[in-house]
């Protein structure tokens, strides 16, 4: 068993940053991928970003250039720095885990391939 938690939401203003942690705990040593998701009221949960245990990461086009995942060298932490904020990015922020190398957009940001979540951390960001 896995255990995930998340730190680091708040609120900031457009243009702002933040920068969420995910701590794992448990049976860690076997996780291959990682990613982050967020859910906005009303709407599906969504991929932000994700990396597997090569390395390789994967962003949606809504935050490319804008966001960076990234995990300690144990791998029991996982980063996402959010640079430029925007209001659209308001949600709860997930981190999730599996116990497989996820590779490419259409596997490693889609939330079924994850079997592994926290339980979130707020973002909002005002305009």
């Known amino acids: 068993q896995v255990q995930l938690v998340e730190s680091g939401g708040g609120s900031v203003q457009a243009g702002g940053s933040l920068r969420l942690s995910c701590a794992a705990s448990?049976?860690?040593?076997?996780?291959?991928?990682t990613g982050w998701f967020r859910q906005a009221p009303d709407k599906e949960r969504e991929g932000v970003a994700c990396i597997n245990s090569h390395g390789i990461t994967s962003y949606a086009d809504s935050v490319k250039g804008r966001f960076t995942i990234s995990q300690d060298n144990a791998g029991n932490t996982l980063y996402l720095q959010m640079n430029s904020l925007k209001p659209e990015d308001t949600a709860m922020y997930y981190c999730?885990?599996?116990?497989?190398?996820?590779?490419?957009?259409?596997?490693?940001?889609?939330?079924?391939?994850?079997?592994?979540w926290g339980q979130g951390t707020q973002v909002t960001v005002s305009s």
């Open positions: 999730a885990a599996v116990f497989s190398l996820l590779f490419g957009n259409t596997v490693c940001l889609v939330a079924d391939s994850y079997n592994y």
């Open positions: 448990g049976n860690t040593k076997r996780l291959y991928s």
